[in-house]
């Protein structure tokens, strides 16, 4: 990580030199052939399911199905490289967050792509909470209850994380850092691995996107112990929050989007921001997407530039703050 936070001056204001366009783009005849869309994480994690189920609306518009690729690995930087590095045209398009400002503060300097540079925002689809849940037969049902078995177990009580230095990971770390408790965190090529050791016992907790989980609290089949956002989530309104447990000014919402190469000419960017905009905004899509968790957000593309740098900025200080680094 050594020079890695060095690069905060010019990485920030990076996506505000994309070019509106080198050349006329005809946008009407977009897409001339077949998308493909890349998710970074393994098949039924919570970005697998928002891009499949967006999908099926975008092929409707768009009359022909684009192809959705799971291309998980490296912490989701072998996708989004891929799209980064790729051609302008509007044809790749990769599922990415808050994991883009992460991975360019923890591997920025490991990458070929400067990911805050190289992908430009086509919008910033949903946001979502984080929830930590533990298996039942951990035998802990509230936050007190786990912190006091983390502190009896000292380290050895096994966390789950769908990736490494993601959002859920950090917000796990600061937990650890503000109750004064220690944890041993196994990061997983996406969530969907990380809950099904979950659910076989293999791992103590997993800490992840709501929407990951939501039917497995509903069955009973995973415990809740809180929930990462300053206000209960409206998918499962009994769940309490960490605030409300007494963890104060603890408050992680994690979003997820889609990105371009920034190369991609601005109309084409601007056309494709509305395709998925009105994807995100059908009813159907809307009405599913909340019942697992998701807050539907569907920005424009500059506002969704727009978190990409704040996030950038305010973790890359809190990062420093607390002085989490990655094992």
Do not use: C
């Not at 768009?62 to 590095?85: M, R, T």
């Not at 309104?237 to 601005?266: C, H, L, M």
């Amino acid at each position: 990580m050594n020079g890695v936070f060095s690069l905060l001056a010019g990485a920030a204001l990076a996506l505000t030199l994309i070019p509106a366009s080198a050349d006329e783009v005809d946008v009407s005849k977009y897409p001339q052939s077949q998308v493909r869309i890349v998710v970074t994480s393994s098949a039924g994690a919570s970005a697998d399911a928002l891009t499949r189920t967006v999908a099926r609306e975008l092929g409707k518009i768009w009359g022909k199905d684009p192809i959705v690729e799971n291309v998980a690995g490296s912490n989701g930087n072998i996708g989004l490289e891929q799209i980064a590095q790729g051609k302008p045209d509007g044809l790749s398009i990769v599922v990415g967050g808050d994991k883009v400002p992460l991975n360019a503060i923890f591997f920025g300097t490991e990458l070929k792509s400067d990911l805050i540079k190289d992908l430009s925002t086509v919008t910033k689809a949903v946001s979502n909470p984080q929830i930590l849940v533990v298996r039942p037969s951990l035998g802990v049902k509230n936050l007190d209850e786990y912190l006091k078995l983390a502190r009896e177990k000292d380290g050895t009580l096994t966390v789950g994380t769908p990736s490494n230095g993601g959002a859920h990971h950090i917000g796990h770390e600061l937990l650890g850092q503000l109750t004064g408790t220690k944890y041993t965190f196994i990061p997983y090529k996406g969530g969907a691995p990380a809950v099904t050791d979950l659910l076989g016992g293999h791992i103590d907790a997993v800490i992840i996107t709501l929407a990951a989980v939501t039917e497995h609290v509903r069955a009973g089949r995973l415990v809740p112990i809180g929930v990462s956002t300053a206000k209960r989530s409206a998918a499962l309104p009994d769940v309490p929050t960490f605030q409300e447990q007494g963890i104060k000014d603890f408050n992680i919402e994690t979003w997820q989007g889609f990105f371009v190469s920034a190369k991609t000419p601005r109309p084409l960017v601007e056309k494709i921001n509305r395709d998925f905009v009105a994807a995100l905004n059908a009813p159907e899509v809307k009405s599913f997407l909340e019942g697992q968790g998701f807050t539907v957000v569907a920005s424009t593309a500059a506002e969704g530039d727009a978190a990409v740098r704040s996030d950038f900025e305010n973790y890359s200080r809190a990062i420093r703050a607390a002085n989490i680094k990655l094992d």
